[in-house]
């Protein structure tokens, strides 16, 4: 069992930085994909960057030019770095992984607020 622990949430103004962490419980040579998705109130889970093993890089329309993903060197921390943050940003931040042989985890999510 994979788990992933989330951390570097919390409330900043418009306009600020965040950086969200996840760690994962696994060697980094079965991690497949590592992503960040998040969820606003009522409205549904949406993806938010990708990074696969080989460092290739996804976003979502909505954060690209202000959000980064990356990897540590070992290959199994992921972070999230967030700047220029806009109200439309809040929501819970979640990790997912994908493992080899395949199998998919959740973190348990981390709060991103953004209001002044």
């Known amino acids: 069992q994979v788990q992933l622990v989330e951390s570097g949430g919390g409330l900043v103004q418009p306009g600020g930085s965040l950086r969200l962490s996840c760690a994962a419980s696994?060697?980094?040579?079965?991690?497949?994909?590592m992503s960040w998705y998040r969820q606003a109130p009522g409205k549904q889970r949406e993806l938010v960057a990708v990074?696969?093993?080989?460092?290739?890089?996804t976003y979502g329309d909505s954060v690209k030019g202000r959000f980064t993903i990356s990897r540590d060197v070992a290959g199994n921390t992921m972070y999230l770095q967030m700047n220029s943050l806009k109200p439309e940003d809040t929501g819970v931040y979640y990790c997912?992984?994908?493992?080899?042989?395949?199998?998919?985890?959740w973190g348990q999510g981390t709060q991103v607020t953004v209001s002044s």
């Open positions: 696994v060697r980094s040579t079965s991690i497949d994909v």
């Open positions: 997912y992984v994908q493992v080899i042989p395949i199998r998919t985890y």
């Open positions: 990074i696969t093993r080989d460092s290739r890089q």
